[in-house]
Protein backbone atom coordinates (compact mmCIF):
# COMPACT_ATOMS: atom_id res chain seq x y z
CA UNK A 1 0.00 0.00 0.00
CA UNK A 2 1.01 3.41 -0.42
CA UNK A 3 2.25 6.61 1.89
CA UNK A 4 3.05 9.71 2.50
CA UNK A 5 5.07 11.05 5.00
CA UNK A 6 6.00 14.72 5.90
CA UNK A 7 8.38 15.09 8.36
CA UNK A 8 7.92 18.82 8.77
CA UNK A 9 4.51 19.20 11.12
CA UNK A 10 5.14 23.03 11.40
CA UNK A 11 7.58 25.47 9.47
CA UNK A 12 7.75 29.28 10.21
CA UNK A 13 9.21 31.35 7.68
CA UNK A 14 10.25 35.08 7.02
CA UNK A 15 8.48 36.51 4.23
CA UNK A 16 10.64 36.92 0.89
CA UNK A 17 13.21 33.83 2.28
CA UNK A 18 13.22 30.61 0.39
CA UNK A 19 10.77 27.62 1.38
CA UNK A 20 11.11 23.80 0.62
CA UNK A 21 8.55 21.55 2.08
CA UNK A 22 9.63 17.86 2.60
CA UNK A 23 7.57 14.81 1.66
CA UNK A 24 8.54 11.65 1.06
CA UNK A 25 6.05 8.34 -0.59
CA UNK A 26 5.93 4.64 -0.45
CA UNK A 27 4.85 3.14 -3.47
CA UNK A 28 6.30 0.30 -5.93
CA UNK A 29 5.72 1.76 -9.01
CA UNK A 30 5.78 5.48 -10.53
CA UNK A 31 3.29 6.96 -8.69
CA UNK A 32 1.21 10.33 -9.09
CA UNK A 33 2.31 12.81 -7.25
CA UNK A 34 0.63 15.75 -5.81
CA UNK A 35 0.82 18.93 -3.51
CA UNK A 36 -2.68 20.80 -2.70
CA UNK A 37 -2.87 23.64 -0.06
CA UNK A 38 -5.53 24.59 2.11
CA UNK A 39 -6.76 27.37 3.69
CA UNK A 40 -8.60 27.27 7.00
CA UNK A 41 -12.35 26.06 6.39
CA UNK A 42 -11.57 25.57 2.96
CA UNK A 43 -10.78 22.92 0.52
CA UNK A 44 -7.94 21.81 -1.11
CA UNK A 45 -6.52 23.86 -4.61
CA UNK A 46 -4.16 21.91 -6.60
CA UNK A 47 -0.77 23.33 -7.01
CA UNK A 48 1.07 20.41 -8.82
CA UNK A 49 1.34 17.42 -10.00
CA UNK A 50 3.59 14.97 -11.23
CA UNK A 51 2.76 11.82 -13.63
CA UNK A 52 5.87 11.11 -15.50
CA UNK A 53 8.64 12.85 -18.02
CA UNK A 54 10.55 16.02 -16.46
CA UNK A 55 10.90 15.67 -12.98
CA UNK A 56 10.97 19.35 -11.96
CA UNK A 57 7.58 20.58 -11.94
CA UNK A 58 6.46 23.90 -12.25
CA UNK A 59 2.62 24.57 -10.58
CA UNK A 60 0.95 27.82 -9.89
CA UNK A 61 1.56 30.80 -7.40
CA UNK A 62 5.61 30.50 -8.11
CA UNK A 63 5.77 26.79 -6.59
CA UNK A 64 7.96 23.80 -7.88
CA UNK A 65 8.51 20.49 -7.23
CA UNK A 66 11.22 17.81 -8.00
CA UNK A 67 10.31 13.69 -7.92
CA UNK A 68 13.63 11.75 -6.80
CA UNK A 69 12.96 8.61 -7.70
CA UNK A 70 15.92 7.78 -5.71
CA UNK A 71 15.00 9.33 -2.60
CA UNK A 72 11.35 8.55 -3.03
CA UNK A 73 11.00 11.87 -2.85
CA UNK A 74 8.93 14.60 -3.98
CA UNK A 75 9.69 18.01 -2.37
CA UNK A 76 7.73 21.46 -2.42
CA UNK A 77 10.19 24.65 -3.17
CA UNK A 78 9.03 28.31 -3.41
CA UNK A 79 12.12 30.87 -4.12
CA UNK A 80 10.58 33.64 -2.18
CA UNK A 81 7.58 33.30 0.08
CA UNK A 82 4.66 35.74 0.19
CA UNK A 83 2.49 36.24 3.22
CA UNK A 84 -0.68 35.07 1.47
CA UNK A 85 1.27 31.44 1.46
CA UNK A 86 0.71 30.80 5.16
CA UNK A 87 -1.81 27.85 5.12
CA UNK A 88 -1.41 24.38 5.58
CA UNK A 89 0.23 21.86 2.23
CA UNK A 90 -0.52 18.45 1.98
CA UNK A 91 1.49 15.46 -0.07
CA UNK A 92 -0.52 13.04 -1.90
CA UNK A 93 0.57 10.19 -3.52
CA UNK A 94 -2.48 7.87 -6.32
CA UNK A 95 -1.13 4.84 -8.32
CA UNK A 96 -3.19 5.97 -11.47
CA UNK A 97 -6.13 7.90 -12.85
CA UNK A 98 -9.43 7.87 -10.94
CA UNK A 99 -7.64 5.65 -8.45
CA UNK A 100 -7.82 7.52 -4.70
CA UNK A 101 -5.10 9.52 -3.21
CA UNK A 102 -3.16 8.77 0.25
CA UNK A 103 -2.66 11.97 1.82
CA UNK A 104 0.08 12.87 4.31
CA UNK A 105 -0.50 14.44 7.65
CA UNK A 106 0.31 17.94 6.06
CA UNK A 107 2.46 21.03 7.30
CA UNK A 108 1.72 24.07 8.28
CA UNK A 109 3.37 27.14 6.84
CA UNK A 110 3.85 30.08 9.17
CA UNK A 111 5.18 33.07 7.76
CA UNK A 112 6.52 36.09 9.53
CA UNK A 113 6.97 39.79 8.55
CA UNK B 1 -10.93 24.07 -15.68
CA UNK B 2 -12.75 21.36 -13.32
CA UNK B 3 -15.09 22.61 -11.37
CA UNK B 4 -16.49 20.66 -8.01
CA UNK B 5 -19.23 22.14 -6.01
CA UNK B 6 -20.23 21.04 -2.55
CA UNK B 7 -23.11 21.45 -0.57
CA UNK B 8 -23.91 22.92 1.91
CA UNK B 9 -20.64 24.50 3.10
CA UNK B 10 -21.89 24.38 6.76
CA UNK B 11 -24.89 22.29 8.63
CA UNK B 12 -26.09 21.96 12.23
CA UNK B 13 -27.78 19.27 13.36
CA UNK B 14 -29.80 17.87 16.29
CA UNK B 15 -28.13 14.46 17.58
CA UNK B 16 -30.51 11.38 15.89
CA UNK B 17 -30.87 13.42 12.58
CA UNK B 18 -29.53 12.31 8.98
CA UNK B 19 -27.62 15.10 7.17
CA UNK B 20 -27.16 15.03 3.35
CA UNK B 21 -24.25 16.53 1.90
CA UNK B 22 -23.92 16.77 -1.67
CA UNK B 23 -20.78 17.23 -4.60
CA UNK B 24 -21.54 18.31 -8.04
CA UNK B 25 -18.91 18.32 -10.56
CA UNK B 26 -19.77 21.43 -12.64
CA UNK B 27 -18.31 21.23 -15.75
CA UNK B 28 -17.38 17.47 -16.25
CA UNK B 29 -18.44 14.45 -15.92
CA UNK B 30 -16.71 11.78 -13.28
CA UNK B 31 -17.59 8.22 -12.72
CA UNK B 32 -15.61 8.44 -9.69
CA UNK B 33 -15.76 10.47 -6.49
CA UNK B 34 -14.05 10.21 -3.63
CA UNK B 35 -15.59 11.40 -0.27
CA UNK B 36 -12.38 12.56 2.96
CA UNK B 37 -13.18 13.48 5.99
CA UNK B 38 -11.19 15.94 7.87
CA UNK B 39 -10.79 16.29 11.85
CA UNK B 40 -9.35 19.62 13.52
CA UNK B 41 -5.48 20.07 12.54
CA UNK B 42 -5.34 16.35 10.88
CA UNK B 43 -4.75 15.15 7.62
CA UNK B 44 -7.70 13.88 5.29
CA UNK B 45 -8.64 10.40 5.53
CA UNK B 46 -10.16 8.85 2.70
CA UNK B 47 -13.80 7.24 3.82
CA UNK B 48 -15.29 5.92 0.51
CA UNK B 49 -14.86 5.83 -3.32
CA UNK B 50 -18.04 6.66 -5.00
CA UNK B 51 -18.78 4.83 -8.31
CA UNK B 52 -21.57 5.99 -10.70
CA UNK B 53 -24.03 3.45 -10.97
CA UNK B 54 -22.62 1.16 -8.26
CA UNK B 55 -21.92 0.59 -5.05
CA UNK B 56 -19.88 2.79 -2.95
CA UNK B 57 -16.63 1.09 -1.79
CA UNK B 58 -15.56 2.23 1.78
CA UNK B 59 -12.48 2.48 3.43
CA UNK B 60 -11.65 -0.08 6.33
CA UNK B 61 -13.39 0.91 9.72
CA UNK B 62 -15.90 3.06 7.91
CA UNK B 63 -19.57 2.39 8.76
CA UNK B 64 -21.56 2.24 5.79
CA UNK B 65 -24.64 1.84 7.15
CA UNK B 66 -23.93 5.20 8.90
CA UNK B 67 -22.38 6.96 5.98
CA UNK B 68 -24.74 6.31 2.87
CA UNK B 69 -23.00 7.39 -0.40
CA UNK B 70 -25.44 7.40 -3.61
CA UNK B 71 -23.92 8.24 -7.00
CA UNK B 72 -26.59 8.62 -9.52
CA UNK B 73 -25.84 10.34 -12.13
CA UNK B 74 -22.63 11.51 -13.67
CA UNK B 75 -22.37 14.50 -12.03
CA UNK B 76 -23.34 14.35 -8.82
CA UNK B 77 -22.31 12.18 -5.47
CA UNK B 78 -24.23 12.65 -1.90
CA UNK B 79 -23.30 11.90 1.30
CA UNK B 80 -25.85 10.77 4.18
CA UNK B 81 -25.07 11.09 7.88
CA UNK B 82 -27.34 9.13 8.91
CA UNK B 83 -28.57 9.34 13.00
CA UNK B 84 -25.97 11.73 13.36
CA UNK B 85 -24.18 12.00 16.87
CA UNK B 86 -21.96 14.41 18.07
CA UNK B 87 -18.53 12.45 17.22
CA UNK B 88 -20.01 12.56 13.33
CA UNK B 89 -18.94 16.19 13.48
CA UNK B 90 -16.22 16.82 11.26
CA UNK B 91 -15.12 18.50 7.87
CA UNK B 92 -16.07 16.50 5.07
CA UNK B 93 -14.73 16.78 1.31
CA UNK B 94 -15.56 15.39 -1.37
CA UNK B 95 -13.15 15.34 -4.89
CA UNK B 96 -13.97 14.37 -8.56
CA UNK B 97 -12.16 14.12 -11.98
CA UNK B 98 -12.73 14.09 -15.04
CA UNK B 99 -13.46 10.42 -16.72
CA UNK B 100 -11.80 12.42 -19.80
CA UNK B 101 -9.57 14.69 -21.50
CA UNK B 102 -6.29 15.59 -19.71
CA UNK B 103 -5.54 14.44 -15.84
CA UNK B 104 -5.56 17.57 -13.95
CA UNK B 105 -5.58 16.17 -10.71
CA UNK B 106 -8.14 15.40 -8.25
CA UNK B 107 -10.47 18.55 -7.79
CA UNK B 108 -11.93 18.96 -4.67
CA UNK B 109 -14.70 20.86 -3.73
CA UNK B 110 -14.82 23.45 -0.65
CA UNK B 111 -15.59 21.03 2.23
CA UNK B 112 -18.83 21.08 4.39
CA UNK B 113 -18.63 21.44 8.24
CA UNK B 114 -20.36 19.63 9.89
CA UNK B 115 -21.54 20.26 13.43
CA UNK B 116 -24.00 17.80 15.43
CA UNK B 117 -25.60 19.07 18.68
Known amino acids: AQSVTQPDIHITVSEGASLELRCNYS??????LFWYVQSPGQGLQLLLK??????LVQGIKGFEAEFKRSQSSFNLRKPSVHWSDAAEYFC???????????FGTGTRLTIIP | GAVVSQHPSRVICKSGTSVKIECRSL??????MFWYRQFPKQSLMLMAT?????????EQGVEKDKFLINHASLTLSTLTVTSAHPEDSSFYIC?????????????FGSGTRLTVV
Open chain 2, 95 to 107: SAIPDRGRHYGYT
Open chain 1, 27 to 32: YGATPY
Open chain 1, 50 to 55: YFSGDT
Open chain 1, 92 to 102: AVGRGRNEKLT
Open chain 2, 27 to 32: DFQATT
Open chain 2, 50 to 58: SNEGSKATY
